[in-house]
């Protein structure tokens, strides 16, 4: 009987060129799976900052664009709007903001960096309706006492040209103000903060 003698080598060899064929084949059969856990490029696109351009937008104009799915308001308001703040907070539930969402360096009476310039989620904080925006004073519908700002006609909510809500109105808080930062006079980023001076 005659026995062929084992080669090792090649045993070896062959054993190595299978594990290296089935290891690219374990990672090309992995790929498509890798690849659905990654984000999208809209899903990316959607979480990143957007630019805003509001060297065209005119005092008591406001634009609409979209910041991770939400709509977000930018308003220029006039002197005559920001005259009329002061005058509602005693009809507002939270004027001072302190029970609101909003950057640290828009904490205050105007909500914004800049006095003219308001930026807000436009979802009402009250069950996520979109208010509309109503610069009139003293429209029929909203009585002697309105002097402009957003109403929710899905509730009732009413807020002012600041986002702060009423009291007596479904909402529990004042319009979320997104983080934001001015690039120059004329252009804003939302979805970054302010640096501070």
């Known amino acids: ?33 890798i690849g659905y856990l990654r984000p999208n490029h809209g899903t990316l696109e959607a979480a990143s900052p957007i630019e805003v351009d509001i060297a065209k937008l005119e005092p008591g104009q406001m634009i609409r664009v979209e910041w991770r799915g939400q709509p977000i308001w930018v308003l ?14 005693p009809l507002l539930r939270d004027p001072d903001s302190d029970q609101s969402i909003q950057p640290e360096n828009c904490k205050n009476r105007y909500r914004s960096i800049k006095p003219e310039i308001f930026v807000a989620v436009g979802i009402c904080t009250h069950l996520g309706c979109s208010p509309s925006y109503r610069p009139e004073v003293a429209p029929p519908d909203l009585g002697k006492n309105w002097l402009g700002g957003f109403f929710c006609p899905c509730h009732g909510s009413r807020f002012d040209l600041a986002g702060r809500v009423y009291k007596k109105v479904p909402a529990p808080t004042n319009l979320t ?21």
């Open 1 to 33: 009987m005659n026995e062929t003698p084992i080669d090792l080598e090649k045993r070896r060899f062959l054993t190595q060129t299978a594990a290296a064929l089935g290891a690219v084949g374990v990672a090309f059969a992995a790929m498509p799976f």
């Open 76 to 89: 220029r308001r006039t002197p005559e709007m920001l005259a009329t703040l002061p005058e509602l907070e």
């Open 177 to 197: 103000v997104p983080p934001y930062r001015y690039l120059t006079d004329t252009r804003i980023v939302v979805g970054e903060e302010q640096e501070e001076a």
